[in-house]
């Protein structure tokens, strides 16, 4: 089991993808988070934005992660995973076959 972190242009845009990937089977499950103030580096300036987080549960990470690329807005988004390393088993479970696309 995987929890791919992302983040977003604006709720609307994460909702979206959220909506997309989970009727896909691609995630389990996303939780849309309160929007966050990023300060990162692109093309050689310092920009600042306000983005919107989403955790997305998942078993297979390399296709969501592929998708939520796809249908983002950004040229570079950033979209990793992260291994769970320990999880109730009831929800482990639920996760892997929600998300088993």
Known sequence: ???VYAVFASAEEAERIAETVVSE???ACANVLA???SIYRWQGKIERAEEVPAL???AQA???IAR???LHSY???AVV???VVAAHPAYAAWVAEESSG
Do not use: I, Q, S, Y
Request: net charge negative; aromatic share 8%; charged share 30%.
């Open 1 to 3: 089991m995987k929890t």
């Open 25 to 27: 089977g691609l995630a």
């Open 35 to 37: 929007p966050c103030r």
């Open 56 to 58: 997305f549960k998942t």
């Open 62 to 64: 390399d296709a969501l």
């Open 68 to 70: 939520v690329a796809e």
């Open 75 to 77: 040229d570079a988004p």
């Open 81 to 83: 995973a992260w291994d």
